[in-house]
């Protein structure tokens, strides 16, 4: 879910060009839960080898990631770790939904209602560890560093953004930026459309986030925008405060002093069930990885197709058609791999 703060937070357009040759970490979970929902067949089934593995998130993450690798951009995923305690307890609500949304898909499926069945099936998205682990396994073929976090993977990259050893934190939620990132980009993929709830298709952009900028048009400071998505819900309190959403927690931030003890008479006068602080601090302190290490090879194409393909049945002439294609436009702009360039 992660804080949405897309009403208020000042955006701008940018284009691929602008990213080539920059280093960009990405929130490996948020990318392979795009890949779940999205690809998938009508009736919300998800794509299977012949042996019934799901398949459907190396797909995305191969495809998006050698496109985005021949626009020149240098990536970095970051997977999460153990999530911090507030997290674990938020998850049993959503774990009670997805029970709730298998069960209508079931019951849509005994029905043939397709269009329920693949509104139901995106609702209750898993990933288990041999997912988890192949995932990294592939990234690592495709010559891409992989960090594991200790916690979170947002509170990382923002780290590793923070230390300019990227350029930019990529996710679609806006976590990054409580945790300090100074440049998010959303919308991180080729296909500039993407469905929304009801099947409806929208077009979207790249988009730019700047932190300092944010903060100044906004008019508050970090802890300022820290406490504002406190109010209106993170994945460490889903629901935030009832009836407040990101713009009136604009104006309530605005009012009280920027300290502990303004923040305090803040979600005093509010009357909040839960411990502010301990959210906050999840943003202001979280556990990372300080001795990471990002280093690039080039792309070990028998590796790549010792999992796509020998693994789990990917059409041998379609990864090969793209992985030909990557290498003849690396030869064309001179490039002589990833690797040369560190």
Excluded at 11 to 27: H, Q
Excluded at 181 to 188: D, F, G, H, V, W
Aim: glycine share 8%; aromatic share 10%; proline share 2%.
């Amino acid at each position: 879910m992660g804080v949405n703060l897309g009403n208020i937070v000042p955006k701008e357009e940018i284009k691929f060009e602008d990213l080539k040759n920059k280093v960009v970490g990405i929130d490996a979970f948020n990318a392979l839960y795009q890949f779940l929902s999205s690809i998938r067949g009508q009736d919300g089934s998800l794509l299977q080898d012949s042996r019934g593995n799901v398949t459907s998130h190396l797909q995305g993450l191969f495809s998006r990631t050698l496109n985005l690798m021949g626009k020149g951009i240098k990536l970095v995923y970051v997977f999460d770790g153990k999530a911090p305690e507030l997290k674990s307890q938020q998850r049993q609500a959503r774990d009670n939904r997805k029970i709730a949304a298998e069960h209508n898909y079931n019951e849509a499926k005994d029905e043939e209602d397709l269009e329920l069945m693949y509104k139901y099936s995106k609702q209750f998205l898993r990933l288990n560890s041999e997912m988890i682990n192949e995932s990294k396994e592939l990234i690592i073929a495709m010559g891409i560093p992989v960090v594991q976090a200790p916690s979170e993977a947002e509170g990382q990259v923002a780290f590793m953004c923070k230390n300019k050893d990227i350029d930019f934190a990529a996710s679609q939620d806006y976590d990054s930026v409580l945790f300090g990132a100074p440049k998010l980009i959303r919308n991180l993929t080729l296909s500039q459309k993407r469905k929304i709830n009801g099947g409806r298709t929208v077009f979207t952009f790249l988009e730019f986030v700047e932190l300092e900028k944010t903060l100044k048009e906004l008019n508050i400071s970090h802890n300022q925008l820290i406490v504002l998505g406190i109010l209106s819900g993170t994945d460490f309190n889903l629901k935030g405060v009832k009836g407040i959403g990101p713009k009136k927690a604009l104006t309530i931030v605005k009012r009280h002093a920027d300290s502990e003890e303004g923040f305090d008479q803040l979600f005093k006068e509010l009357n909040v069930d839960f411990n502010w602080k301990e959210v906050y601090n999840i943003f202001k302190n979280l556990p990372v990885d300080n001795n990471y290490k990002l280093k690039w090879n080039d792309l070990d194409e028998e590796k790549v197709k010792e999992i796509l393909i020998k693994r789990h049945d990917f059409n041998l002439e379609r990864i090969q058609s793209l992985l030909d294609k990557y290498s003849s436009e690396n030869k064309l702009k001179g490039q002589k791999g990833l690797g040369e360039f560190f």
